[in-house]
C-alpha cells in the first residue's frame, strides 16, 4: 500500500460529458502528478501540482484541468469526454519539489474511466 | 520529444533463472531513473530507482544505468512465478522534483514459467 488513495475506482460516462477524479496524496508528500495510461501503453504524464498550482504539464488539451487543496489532495477534470479518454487514470504523489527527493512518485490504485 | 524505449515481448523465462530487462531513453539530461512493475489491472509499483552510473542492488533485483549509451537494465535473480508481471522503465529530468513528469516507456510483459 502507498497510502495513495483514488475515487472513484471505476466510471462509466457518455461522450460529452464532464467527469472529476479526486486522489488524496501519502502523508507528508505534498506534490500530486496525474497520469493516463491507455490501454497496454504506458503512462502518460497529464499534469503536475504543487502548492495548490499546475507546476508542469503533458501533451493534453486545455479541457483536461486540475486543482490541488490546502490538504494536498487533487482533482482532475475533463470536460467534453472523447471516446479515447477511455484510460486508467493514475495519480502519484511525491515530496516537495526541489528538495532533493529525487521525485520518486508512489501510485494510487487508479481510477478506470470508460467513455461510451 | 522525449522517449523511452522497451521490447514489449513476451519475455518468458524458467523459473529460477535471471531475468533481464532493458531500456534505453532518448532525453540526455534525465537524471533520475526507476523500474516499475504493473500487474494485469492494477497500477504501478516501484521496485527500483537509480540515479548513477553503475549498479544498485535490492534484494533480488539489480538496477544498472550507463549514462553515456542512454541504457538502464533491470536483473531480477531466482525468478519467481510471482515476478510474472509488465515491468515499466521510467526517467525523468529533475532528480529534485521541478515541473517534469515521468516518462515512460510502453513497458515489457515478463512471464516466468514454473
Known amino acids: 500500500e502507498t497510502g495513495v488513495t483514488q475515487s472513484p475506482t471505476h466510471l462509466i460516462k457518455t461522450r460529452g460529458q464532464q467527469v472529476t477524479l479526486r486522489c488524496s496524496s501519502q502523508s507528508g508528500h505534498n506534490t500530486v502528478s496525474w497520469y493516463q495510461q491507455a490501454l497496454g501503453q504506458g503512462p502518460q504524464f497529464i499534469f503536475q501540482?504543487?502548492?495548490?498550482?499546475?507546476?508542469g504539464r503533458g501533451n493534453f488539451p486545455p479541457r483536461f484541468s486540475g486543482l490541488q487543496f490546502p490538504n494536498y489532495s487533487s482533482e482532475l477534470n475533463v470536460n467534453a469526454l472523447e471516446l479515447d479518454d477511455s484510460a486508467l487514470y493514475l495519480c502519484?504523489?511525491?515530496?516537495?519539489?526541489?528538495?532533493?527527493?529525487?521525485?520518486?512518485?508512489?501510485f494510487g490504485a487508479g481510477t478506470r474511466l470508460s467513455v461510451l | 520529444q522525449k522517449e523511452v524505449e522497451q521490447n514489449s515481448g513476451p519475455l518468458s523465462v524458467p523459473e529460477g533463472a535471471i531475468a533481464s530487462l532493458n531500456c534505453t531513453y532518448s532525453d540526455r539530461v534525465s537524471q533520475s531513473f526507476f523500474w516499475y512493475r504493473q500487474y494485469s489491472g492494477k497500477s504501478p509499483e516501484l521496485i527500483m530507482s537509480i540515479y548513477s552510473n553503475g549498479d544498485k542492488e535490492d534484494g533480488r533485483f539489480t538496477a544498472q544505468l550507463n549514462k553515456a549509451s542512454q541504457y538502464v537494465s533491470l536483473l531480477i535473480r531466482d525468478s519467481q512465478p510471482s515476478d510474472s508481471a509488465t515491468y515499466l522503465c521510467a526517467v525523468i529530468r529533475n532528480s529534485g522534483g521541478g515541473a517534469d513528469g515521468l516518462t515512460f516507456g510502453k513497458g515489457t510483459h515478463l512471464i516466468i514459467q514454473p
Open positions: 501540482y504543487y502548492r495548490e498550482e499546475e507546476n
Open positions: 502519484a504523489s511525491s515530496l516537495a519539489a526541489g528538495t532533493g527527493s529525487q521525485n520518486i512518485q508512489y
